[in-house]
């Protein structure tokens, strides 16, 4: 029986294990890994049919583990509460139990009450998950090195790969799985404390070497766990590197004297390490599918770890028992878990650069700072914070300067000498229903609802400074008076009737991406007659159907800047109060920026300096020409999601020039600068670029991309992460989403004005029956015989 170390390095393995079993009961199952995931993945199954023969190998003694405490959702009890009642029980009568989140910071004490969490030592854990296996008959081989999952696969049903981050059965098939493996760039270490925490505890202690955190909570009434992080360099400069053990705990002790009440720190076998996330495109191949950190991992700082080995073995366990084939039942496990961690990887990650770029928020307000952390994950928001600590929420809100009765949204902001009353934009939308560049009808009745319902900015969709310049044959322009009389029949609906919302203009040029279908006939595809030629800052197609692009010659740079400033011109003639540059999604100035679509050798290539010198030339003209006290604001796609593309650094750097030139605010994009992209879509994704730009920069920004609620909204603004939101689908779905957003709140002020006629409207429609009688009393068990 050749054996693989549970955790140890891997030899190679045939590229096809043995196929999975055709019933729906695998008799022989091998997890390999004795950790909470294994060992319940273990016990359930047993539980399920106590004929099967399973059997853990683990490669320590059961006394051994890493990390002290346990953290555990009401949730995931819930699931274990309905599968195993008896593991549940032993569970509950160890609990520690706590409300508050606790934060100090610069000398100032913040706390958050109604969190609600659950946490046991991870060492009772483990106890109270291998008594369990043992009554229940399962073959536990601890201090044993797993036989390799080639010979497990041959002589095994079922084989579960438990094996933990650095999983040697994954390795030994990583051809199937694919894992990719992100390291990252803080380092930390467990330790714990002879002493319980009162709350969840958040530390921050600012050294000559840098930043360092603590994050801590009980897990015993007696004991504590304590994790210390700081970035790498911090933790270069601090000397923990050339320290041993010992004397590493002792230092982190004295840093941290305070939090600890003067107690000591102690550790278990445990090392300073980087936290490494795991992702594999496949989860089973074969007869082997993977489980717990083996198959992902979640940053500690949401506590996600051991949660999903444990909700991981719940659905193996239930899909096995609810598919007629173990193939079938590994497909759908799969199919069930992996959109579950996704979300739970995005938050994990969001929390885990929060605290890496924790440096960028310690300068904010203190509860800003605290509101700022405790929503870092987006899975805590405005109003689930609100109706958990409505006192600590309202503190925040009077810090950021909300009126009372006034969510952040609805709060007003100053660009130069334009007020919006409100963070709400509707984001710019292409149509693609113009005739001959001209807006119509559409365009009023799509930009008109939307001014009606109550954004603070209204934006158009790109419109086009010539007619070379367009993407399709439908957009809009402003290359010539009619267009410009156009526009002003709409801005002036805007002002009349939705008075108080602003409406601005988008100017931008398409590059190598115009001559193009409308987008419901084909999005990018070339047109099949009736093209235009194209210029570019390089001869370089968008798609390798595309046209290719000429490389624009010192003359016609001139010519497309005075295009810019001709129309920046006629907008103003037209009334819009805002002006927009685009230069963002791989259109004619966005291609002067990324390196990936500017290849020029003369003075308008190569560094970011040059690259940002004619969408410069193309700004400072148009401000040269747009009203002095309208202001300008400037998108950019601050990432191409793509190799060799512009990265989060250009971004700041661009946005730093444009601002420096008089941007008043970034409209922070991402990508569609090449085809071949591959974006990271999920909540609010771009957020971070935004976030990034504002608190670096120092400008005002608009976040935009999957932003969807009006609790979003609130969060992003009183976090400090955006000045305004920007949303598009939102706005598509619903023409009124403010107003109803007001609503749906209960604020009626000044932030967000209901037209008259629609007032009648301003608070949410009953719907169904509200009048029926409600129960009064309840007897219970009383006995209903009448007095004698």
């Known amino acids: 029986m050749p054996t693989s170390g549970a955790r140890g390095t891997a030899r190679p393995a045939p590229a096809h294990p043995h196929p999975p079993t055709a019933n729906n009961h695998p008799h022989r199952i091998a997890i390999i890994g004795g950790g909470p995931g294994g060992l319940y993945a273990a016990a359930l199954l047993k539980r399920l049919n106590p004929h099967r023969h399973i059997t853990v ?54 706390t958050s009450g109604g969190h609600g969490f659950a946490a046991l030592g991870r060492h009772r854990l483990l106890n109270i998950l291998q008594d369990r296996c043992r009554t229940l008959g399962v073959d536990l081989r601890f201090h044993s090195e797993a036989p390799y999952p080639t010979w497990l696969s041959e002589t095994h049903d079922l084989v579960i790969a438990a094996d933990g981050v650095h999983s040697a059965t994954r390795e030994a098939y990583a051809d199937a799985f694919r894992p990719h493996v992100t390291g990252h760039r803080c380092r930390y270490v467990w330790l714990a404390t002879d002493f319980p925490f009162d709350a969840f505890r958040f530390e921050i202690a600012e050294t000559a070497h840098g930043l360092m955190q603590l994050h801590g909570y009980p897990y015993a009434p007696d004991a504590s766990t304590v994790i210390i992080e700081m970035r790498e360099e911090v933790w270069r400069a601090a000397g923990f590197a050339d320290l041993d053990g010992h004397e590493s705990t002792d230092r982190c002790a004295r840093i941290f004297a305070d939090a600890l009440d003067g107690h000591p720190l ?26 717990g950190d083996a198959a992902h991992t979640a940053h500690f700082s949401i506590g996600s770890g051991t949660k999903l080995a444990v909700e991981d073995a719940l659905a193996l366990a239930a899909c096995l028992e609810e598919q007629p084939t173990t193939a079938e039942a590994l497909a759908a496990y799969e199919a069930e878990r992996k959109p579950v961690v996704a979300s739970t990887q995005r938050a994990a990650r969001a929390s885990l650069e929060w605290f890496e770029d924790l440096a960028r928020y310690v300068d904010q307000p203190p509860r800003q700072f605290a509101f700022n952390l405790l929503t870092r994950s987006r899975r805590v928001t405005h109003d689930n914070l609100r109706l958990r600590d409505a006192h600590f929420t309202a503190a925040v809100e009077r810090e950021f300067g909300c009126p009372p009765g006034t969510p952040p949204m609805f709060t007003p902001l100053r660009l130069r000498g334009l007020t919006l009353r409100n963070r709400v934009v509707v984001s ?26 109550g954004a603070g900015l209204v934006m158009t969709e790109m419109v086009c400074v010539s007619e070379r310049g367009r993407i399709t044959p439908g957009c809009a322009g402003l290359w010539n008076g009619r267009q410009t009389e156009a526009w002003r029949r709409i801005t002036d609906f805007v002002h009349t009737r939705a008075p108080g919302t602003a409406i601005g203009v988008q100017l931008g040029h398409s590059g190598r991406k115009g001559s193009t279908k409308l987008m419901w006939e084909g999005m990018d595809e070339p047109l099949p007659d009736g093209n235009w030629p194209l210029v570019a800052a390089s001869p370089l197609p968008y798609r390798p159907d595309s046209q290719t692009p000429r490389e624009l010659t010192r003359p016609q740079l001139t010519e497309v800047r005075e295009e810019f400033t001709a129309a920046a011109r006629r907008a103003a003639r037209a009334g819009f109060d805002l002006l927009e540059l685009h230069c963002a999604h791989g259109y004619l100035l966005s291609g002067f920026l990324s390196p990936l679509t500017n290849r020029r050798t003369d003075a308008y290539g190569g560094s970011l300096d040059r690259r940002l010198r004619f969408p410069l030339e193309v700004f400072d003209a148009v401000r040269a020409v747009w009203p002095e006290d309208r202001p300008m604001t400037v998108r950019i796609s601050a990432t191409d999601w793509a190799e060799g593309g512009t990265t989060a650094e250009d971004a700041v750097a661009v946005a730093r020039a444009f601002t ?21 879509f999920g909540r609010s994704y771009q957020t971070p670029y935004a976030d990034r730009i504002r608190h670096e920069v120092g400008v005002a ?88």
């Open 57 to 110: 190998w683990e490669r320590n003694t059961p006394t051994d583990t890493f990390g002290f405490g346990v953290v555990l959702s009401d949730e995931t009890l819930g699931g274990i509460e309905h599968a195993d009642p008896v593991v549940y029980d032993a569970l509950r009568a160890h609990f520690t139990r706590w409300d508050d989140i606790h934060l100090t910071h610069r000398g100032t004490h913040h």
């Open 266 to 291: 102690r550790s278990n076998n445990s090392s300073w390490t980087a936290f490494r996330t795991v992702v594999n495109h496949r989860w089973s191949h074969g007869n082997v599918v993977l489980l």
């Open 428 to 453: 710019p939308m292409d149509l693609y229903s113009a005739t001959d560049g001209v807006p119509g009808d559409f365009h009023l009745v799509h930009l008109g609802a939307r001014a009606l319902g």
């Open 701 to 788: 920004v608009i976040a935009v991309g999957a932003i969807s609620s009006w609790d979003d909204v609130n969060s992003l603004i009183l976090a400090g992460r955006t000045d305004l939101c920007a949303l598009a689908r939102p706005h598509l779905y619903d023409p009124h989403w403010t107003l109803h957003a007001a609503a749906e709140q209960g604020y009626d002020g000044p932030g967000v004005v209901w037209p008259a006629p629609y007032r009648a409207g301003r608070r949410p429609p009953r719907t169904g029956r509200t009048d029926a009688p409600k129960p009064r009393l309840t007897l219970g068990n009383r006995d209903r015989s009448c007095p004698p």
């Open 660 to 680: 420096a030139h008089g941007a008043d605010a970034i409209d922070v994009s991402t990508g569609q600068v090449v085809a071949d992209e591959r974006p990271e």
